[in-house]
């Protein structure tokens, strides 16, 4: 078992037979750096009913680098892959669903039963949403720095007027 915060090189002997090496470097990370229990097999399963959403292998690599929670266990599962990739393919057609899946991989984490209460325009709107954030990481970054910073001296602020302190 890898320690919490070694290093070990992609495409090791230890990585899991079928996992691509891409992958074994993240199980650690989402698992806190502890072994679960087939958490190898069961992430390898994800990984190719994930892949087969896509048109090409590295498409869904891609995918899985923009959002690494579609291929881990504990938040995912093979139904809801398989699941809301038919929904969106029966509602949008192959081409538009793979432009959503591409641009929000994180919709395949979603039940088919919740994205079917969801309208086309609203499914449209969250994509848009998932691109623009992440055209815009640098600036998100910043204003969430900023309101990390800012709420500090803000409860300060609050807690020193309500005692007359100023």
């Given at each position: ?6 290093t ?8 899991p ?6 992958l074994a ?10 072994k ?5 097999e ?12 896509y ?6 690599e ?5 959002n690494s929670?579609?291929?881990n266990?504990s938040?995912?599962?093979p ?10 393919k029966?509602?949008?057609?192959l081409?538009?669903?793979?432009r959503?899946i ?7 984490t979603c039940t088919?039963?919740?994205v079917e209460?969801q309208?086309d325009?609203?499914?449209l709107?969250?994509?848009?949403f ?5 055209k815009?990481?640098?600036l998100v ?5 900023s309101?990390f ?10 807690i020193?007027?309500v005692r007359?302190?100023w």
């Amino acid at each position: 078992m890898q320690e919490l915060g070694s290093t070990r090189e992609e495409g090791a002997a230890s990585d899991p037979p079928g996992l691509p090496p891409f992958l074994a470097s993240r199980i650690s990370f989402q698992t806190g750096g502890f072994k679960q229990p087939n958490q190898e097999e069961e992430t390898l399963i994800l990984w190719n009913t994930f892949k087969q959403c896509y048109a090409t292998e590295a498409d869904a690599e891609a995918a899985v680098n923009k959002n690494s929670m579609t291929v881990n266990p504990s938040m995912n599962s093979p139904s809801k892959i398989s699941g809301t990739y038919a929904l969106l393919k029966e509602r949008f057609g192959l081409d538009e669903a793979r432009r959503i899946i591409m641009a929000n991989p994180g919709i395949l984490t979603c039940t088919r039963q919740a994205v079917e209460k969801q309208t086309d325009d609203d499914i449209l709107k969250a994509t848009e949403f998932v691109t623009l954030v992440d055209k815009n990481k640098g600036l998100v970054k910043i204003l969430v720095g900023s309101s990390f910073f800012a709420f500090f001296p803000l409860v300060g602020w609050r807690i020193g007027n309500v005692r007359g302190w100023w």
